[in-house]
C-alpha cells in the first residue's frame, strides 16, 4: 500500500499560480497512476482535476482546468505535482491526491484507493 500526503496549499488571488505537491511512502510510486480531485464543500462529490498513468506517464485534465494547470510526476522523488496558473476564484476548494494500481477511468473518484488527506486551496477575488 501506499501513503500520501498533499503539501503546498494556501491563499492566492485571483490569476496567481500555485504548486501541489503530493508525497507518496510505502510501496513503490512508479506502479501507481496518480490524479488529482477537489471538493469545494464538505459532503459535496469530489470532482476530478487530472491524472497521470503510471507507465507511460499520459495525462488527463477536466475541461474547467485545461490550459491552466499541469499534473506532473517524479518517480525518484516519489512526487507527483499540480501546476495551478491563472487561478480562479471557483478553483477554490480541499485538494486530494489519490492513487491506485490499476485505474480503467480516471476521472472517476471510485477509480483509486488511496488517497491523500487534502490541502485547502483559497482563490480571492
Known amino acids: 500500500q501506499v501513503q500520501l500526503e498533499e503539501s503546498g496549499g494556501g491563499l492566492v488571488q485571483a490569476g496567481g499560480s500555485l504548486r501541489l505537491s503530493c508525497a507518496a511512502s510505502?510501496?513503490?510510486?512508479?506502479?501507481?497512476?496518480m490524479g488529482w480531485f477537489r471538493q469545494a464543500q464538505p459532503g459535496k462529490e469530489r470532482e476530478f482535476v487530472a491524472a497521470i498513468r503510471r507507465n507511460d506517464g499520459n495525462t488527463v485534465y477536466a475541461d474547467s482546468v485545461k490550459g491552466r494547470f499541469t499534473i506532473s510526476r517524479d518517480n525518484a522523488k516519489n512526487t507527483v505535482y499540480l501546476q495551478m496558473n491563472s487561478l480562479k476564484p471557483e478553483d477554490t476548494a480541499v485538494y486530494y491526491c489519490?492513487?491506485?494500481?490499476?485505474?480503467?477511468?480516471?476521472?472517476?473518484?471510485?477509480?483509486?484507493?488511496?488517497w491523500g488527506q487534502g490541502t485547502q486551496v483559497t482563490v480571492s477575488s
Open positions: 489519490a492513487a491506485s494500481k490499476i485505474v480503467l477511468r480516471p476521472s472517476k473518484s471510485q477509480a483509486y484507493k488511496y
Open positions: 510505502g510501496e513503490t510510486f512508479s506502479s501507481y497512476s
